[in-house]
């Protein structure tokens, strides 16, 4: 069974950054890795997802500021910058290998003054 452990999350002032990393237990090579994240209250939205061979797809509200990238085996990760109160939230890692959806347990990231 694949796991994904990520890390990186924590507490930043607006306008900080922080880089999360997800890293599967084997080296999968998924078709797709993205990023979600869930504010209390709300639904899970895509943050960013990357393909195998390279091509992102950001949300809206995160274009400019965040950076997804990969390792193409195994690892998956976000650069957050200029960060701001509504990007709070748990953020998830999914990978999609062999037509399966695999999800991170989640990080906390709190962005607060």
């Known amino acids: 069974q694949v796991q994904l452990v990520e890390s990186g999350g924590g507490l930043v002032q607006p306008g900080g950054s922080l880089r999360l990393s997800c890293a599967a237990s084997?080296?999968?090579?998924?078709?797709?890795m993205g990023w979600y994240r869930q504010a209390p209250g709300k639904q899970r939205d895509l943050v960013a997802t990357?393909?195998?061979?390279?091509?992102t797809n950001y949300a809206d509200s995160v274009k400019g500021r965040f950076t997804i990238s990969r390792d193409n085996a195994k690892t998956v990760y976000l650069q957050m910058n200029s960060l701001k109160p509504e990007d709070t939230a748990v953020y998830y890692c999914?990978?999609?290998?062999?037509?399966?959806?695999?999800w991170g347990q989640g990080t906390q990231v709190t962005v607060s003054s």
């Open positions: 999914n990978f999609i290998y062999v037509g399966r959806a695999y």
């Open positions: 084997e080296r999968i090579f998924p078709s797709l």
């Open positions: 990357i393909s195998i061979t390279g091509s």
